[in-house]
C-alpha cells in the first residue's frame, strides 16, 4: 500500500470520528441540562472545528484554513472566557437550579 | 511522511470521539470540563501536528505548530475559568464525588 492511498484512508476515517464526535456534543449543547455544560460544549465544538480545518486542509492541499484555525482557536478561547465571566457575575440561575435537584433525585 | 500523518490523523480523530464521548457520558459539569479540555485539545491539536508534518512549505507548517501551541495555552485557562466561576456561584458536584478540596477553601473565605 503506497503513503498515499494510506493517507486517505486515515483522512476518510479521521473525518467519520470527527463527524460523530461533532453530533454527540451537539448532542450536549441542546439537553444542558445546565449553562456551563452548554458552554464546555461549545468550546469543545471549536476544537472539533479546528480538527475539521485540518483534515480538510490535509485532503485538498488548502493550508490557507490554517490561519483561520488560529483565528477560531482565539474566538473560541475569548468566548469560553467571557462565558465564565458571566456565569461568575449571573450566578445560578432558577431553572439551572431546579435541573441539578431533579438531577440528584435521579442518580441516588 | 504520508504514513506519519496518516496515524496521527486517525489518533487525533480518535481523541476527539473519546472526549465527546466523555461529554455525553460523564455525570457532572467538572468531570464534562475534564474529558472536554484535556482529550478536545490532544485531538484538534494531533490533527494540526498531522498537517504541519505534510505541509511543503516551513511557514506552514510553523504557522501549525504554533497554532498547536497556542491551544495547549489557552485550553487549560479557559476550563479552569470555567469551572472555578461554576463552582463559586453554586453548581454542585455529583453525588458520587470523592473528594471536594475546595469546599475548606470556600469556608475559610467566609
Known amino acids: 500500500m503506497s503513503g498515499e492511498i494510506f493517507l486517505d484512508w486515515c483522512i476518510t476515517i479521521a473525518m467519520i470520528f470527527l463527524i460523530i464526535s461533532f453530533f454527540v456534543t451537539t448532542y450536549r449543547v441542546i439537553i444542558g441540562p445546565t449553562l456551563p455544560d452548554r458552554i464546555i460544549a461549545l468550546d469543545m465544538l471549536v476544537g472539533i472545528a479546528i480538527g475539521f480545518i485540518a483534515v480538510i486542509g490535509l485532503k485538498t492541499g488548502y493550508y490557507l484554513y490554517v490561519d483561520i484555525a488560529i483565528a477560531l482557536g482565539l474566538v473560541g478561547f475569548l468566548a469560553t472566557v467571557a462565558l465564565a465571566r458571566f456565569v461568575l457575575e449571573r450566578g445560578i440561575s432558577a431553572s439551572d437550579a431546579a435541573s441539578q435537584d431533579k438531577n440528584k433525585k435521579g442518580d441516588v | ?110
Open chain 2, 1 to 110: 511522511m504520508d504514513y506519519i500523518a496518516g496515524i496521527l490523523v486517525i489518533v487525533g480523530g480518535f481523541f476527539a470521539l473519546v472526549a465527546s464521548l466523555g461529554l455525553i457520558r460523564l455525570p457532572d459539569l467538572y468531570s464534562r470540563t475534564h474529558a472536554a479540555s484535556k482529550a478536545g485539545t490532544v485531538g484538534s491539536g494531533l490533527m494540526m501536528i498531522a498537517l504541519a508534518v505534510t505541509a511543503s512549505d516551513t511557514g506552514t507548517a510553523i504557522r501549525a505548530l504554533a497554532g498547536v501551541l497556542f491551544f495547549i495555552l489557552t485550553a487549560p485557562i479557559a476550563a479552569h475559568l470555567l469551572a472555578r466561576a461554576a463552582y463559586k456561584v453554586g453548581y454542585k458536584l455529583w453525588d458520587g464525588s470523592v473528594a471536594d478540596e475546595m469546599a475548606q477553601s470556600k469556608q475559610t473565605d467566609q
